[in-house]
């Protein structure tokens, strides 16, 4: 025969134990339900969720920019929309020097006429400047360069820049050609006066004729009556007319022998007539 097992004393009690609480439960209601130790979890490091949604950030404020003024090629003053002013320097660009340099007085004037009044857009701010793009996108600085109106400013280092110099320079445009030929610091120099080629002679054409004036008419000739002179009838000789009506030469003519002015009374040239 087998031994009888024996329930060891721990167990009787805790038996015992269960049986007291089954019974205190039947009486006084529901046997409360032992507890469950648990493990902690673990904190997490995402912050709790709200039930509340995040607050929307504020869309910024964008600036725009007139020109308003132009002190040289290279240094704008511009208006900002927001009501600030303020003179910032083109990057990449140096204009002439301001009254004295050569080719001064054409930089500023385009400068003025492309940026004077119009809408810019800046780029961000460096120590060496700040970039200027025009209304259309063009970059302003580029465009300068490029028409010869101002020269690259080497300390920017834009190699896009350098290059667009180098294209102005061989095709002599602007600054680059005579008489500045690149030289902004100082005025133009003095070249000297090519001397005159005198113009060459013109062929000499030999003068037209004088036209002679019609010769005046000769005046007149007024012809005056002279008494001939009488001929020498000194061998027919009539003392008087009775003489000659004797002879019967009478009546005596001019001119013929025994005529003479004598015996014409009347000087009509006939003698003797009566």
């Not at 995402?46 to 504020?58: G, L, V």
């Not at 110099?165 to 600054?175: D, F, N, R």
């Not at 004036?213 to 002279?226: G, M």
């Amino acid at each position: 025969m087998h031994p009888k097992k024996r329930f060891p004393n721990w167990l009787k009690i805790v038996l015992a134990a269960f049986t007291v609480l089954f019974v205190l439960g039947a009486i006084f209601g529901k046997a409360p339900e032992p507890k469950l130790t648990t493990a902690a979890a673990p904190a997490s490091s995402a912050p709790p969720s709200t039930s509340t949604s995040a607050t929307p950030t504020p869309t910024p404020v964008v600036v725009t920019y007139t020109v308003a003024g132009v002190p040289d090629g290279a240094t704008v003053v511009v208006n900002g929309s927001d009501g600030s002013s303020r003179t910032v320097h083109v990057l990449g660009v140096t204009a002439p020097a301001a009254g004295t340099g050569c080719y001064w007085t054409e930089s500023l004037g385009w400068a003025t006429t492309t940026l004077s009044g119009k809408a810019v857009k800046l780029g961000a701010e460096t120590a060496q400047g700040i970039a200027l793009t025009l209304a259309d996108g063009q970059d302003y600085a580029a465009l300068a360069i490029q028409q010869g109106y101002l020269k690259y400013a080497e300390t920017a280092a834009v190699p896009a820049l350098a290059a667009t110099e180098s294209t102005a320079k061989q095709a002599v445009s602007g600054l680059w050609g005579p008489p500045c030929n690149g030289t902004i610091d100082a005025p133009a120099p003095t070249v000297a006066p090519v001397p005159a080629v005198p113009p060459a002679p013109k062929p000499t054409q030999a003068p037209a004729p004088a036209t002679k004036a019609a010769p005046k008419p000769a005046p007149p000739v007024v012809k005056t009556t002279e008494p001939a002179p009488e001929p020498d009838h000194s061998n027919v000789y009539y003392a008087n007319c009775s003489a000659a009506k004797a002879a019967g030469a009478a009546p005596l003519y001019r001119g013929e022998p025994g005529y003479r002015s004598a015996l014409d009374r009347d000087g009509d040239g006939v003698a003797c007539e009566r």
